[in-house]
């Protein structure tokens, strides 16, 4: 006789299988609210999440509802990131919601932009926290899938461009609901690493929700705290995501962010041909151009007849002295001739002149006599002839009167 379950023992065994599945335990669902209950009370959610064909019951927890930054209601399509297990009182599976986000152009829009405004509130996408995107790199980290075509593009085009770059790979998912948290971990562990001067982070193309994973916080935070430049090549060109703008650099696509990652190095390889040769050139015009000026000075008779220009000196110096002797002597000459007459001029003015006429000097204590006031009778006055020096007595002292004929 087979075992007799209770119904207890029985919800509690279906609930454990699915408990166990490692899908049902986490995974994003997409469907429309119905039947939406908010319990003031304990602050838990309640409703139906349905589709065109079936419905399941839901129930998000007010520790998990805190955290929305919408209000959710009956007819709003949403995407959930759940798990699926059975209340066993009832007897009844439903989904355990973890995270709801609005789907929809509106929805989904609406979400990402108060998402946008809360990471730009934290300067998560500041250009003066940009960090510039080394010129030269020789190894480069990845962060993607291993399996992805995105991988492969970028190793193409970097092998291209650069044969000798090296590659460091972290394999991460790049959709569903363990995505953000493995692509931030490669972010992390590559900066850990610490041997990589760039690193790319992205994908291929997909829907819109394939990109969700890249619109996530844990993956603009990362890229924000990373120390390395960081480059986002996420989707196709006109696929934009919330880590495009937290990235220092944004490619279109996974092989433009290859091209922006390493330089050109055949490019380069010519580029730096060209410059030989330009240089080779250039130093070929300077060496014809001396080459030639020396030829040239070579030609000169100095270098045939060198005593010639020694002769051609000599008889220009010969004739600098003759002009500077001639020079001296007029010179010599004149200032002869002017001190002469200098001398004759200041001779007719000397006072010995004027005595040889019968004039005197007369002085009172070595002060020149020029008027009568400074003499008085009995006062001793010297006398300064031409041919002698007297000394006299002051007698008598009588104004005369002259007068001119």
């Avoid at 609005?102 to 500041?126: N, R």
């Avoid at 190894?139 to 590659?167: M, Y």
């Avoid at 002295?321 to 002017?338: A, V």
């Avoid at 006062?379 to 000394?391: G, K």
Wanted: glycine content about 6%; overall charge positive.
């Amino acid at each position: 006789m087979k075992e007799i379950l209770t119904v207890t023992e029985l919800n509690s065994y279906i609930a454990n299988l699915l408990d166990s599945d490692p899908f049902l335990g986490q995974l994003w669902l997409r469907g429309e609210i119905s039947g939406f209950r908010l319990y003031q009370q304990s602050g838990h959610m309640y409703f139906t999440l349905k589709d065109e064909d079936s419905t399941i019951s839901a129930v998000m927890f007010k520790s998990r509802a805190r955290g929305l930054k919408f209000k959710p209601k009956d007819g709003m399509e949403v995407l959930l990131r759940a798990s699926v297990s059975v209340f066993a009182r009832q007897g009844k599976y439903q989904l355990y919601v973890e995270e709801m986000q609005p789907y929809g152009i509106g929805g989904l829009f609406l979400y990402l932009e108060e998402l946008k405004k809360k990471l730009a509130a934290k300067g998560y996408f500041a250009p003066e926290r940009k960090k510039a995107i080394p010129a030269f790199v020789q190894r480069v980290g990845i962060v993607t899938s291993q399996d992805g075509a995105a991988l492969r593009d970028i190793c193409r085009i970097l092998k291209q461009r650069h044969p000798g770059v090296e590659v460091v790979l972290v394999h991460s998912s790049v959709q569903g609901s363990e995505a953000p948290g493995e692509l931030a971990e490669g972010l992390r562990l590559l900066n850990s690493y610490g041997e990589v001067e760039l690193i790319i982070i992205g994908r291929g193309g997909g829907s819109y929700e394939d990109l969700m994973a890249f619109n996530s916080e844990l993956v603009v935070q990362a890229i924000y705290e990373s120390n390395i430049p960081v480059i986002s090549a996420v989707g196709h060109e006109v696929d934009f995501t919330l880590a495009d703008l937290a990235a220092d650099l944004r490619a279109a696509t996974p092989s433009q962010a290859a091209s922006l990652a390493v330089a050109d190095m055949q490019a380069l390889s010519r580029q730096l041909d060209n410059y030989q040769q330009r240089l080779l050139r250039a130093m070929q015009r300077k060496l014809l151009y001396y080459t030639e000026i020396i030829d040239r000075l070579m030609m000169k008779r100095i270098w045939k007849q060198p005593r010639s220009l020694l002769h051609m000196r000599e008889e220009l110096l010969s004739q600098l002295e003759k002009r500077l002797s001639r020079g001296m002597t007029e010179t010599f000459r004149e200032k002869k001739m002017r001190l002469s007459m200098n001398v004759a001029a200041l001779d007719s003015l000397s006072p010995l002149k004027i005595m040889e006429r019968g004039y005197v000097l007369l002085q009172k204590e070595g002060r020149i006599i020029r008027d009568e006031q400074q003499v008085q009778i009995g006062d001793r006055l010297e006398v300064a002839m031409r041919h002698a020096d007297l000394e006299i007595e002051v007698i008598k002292k009588e104004r005369v009167k002259r007068w001119k004929s």
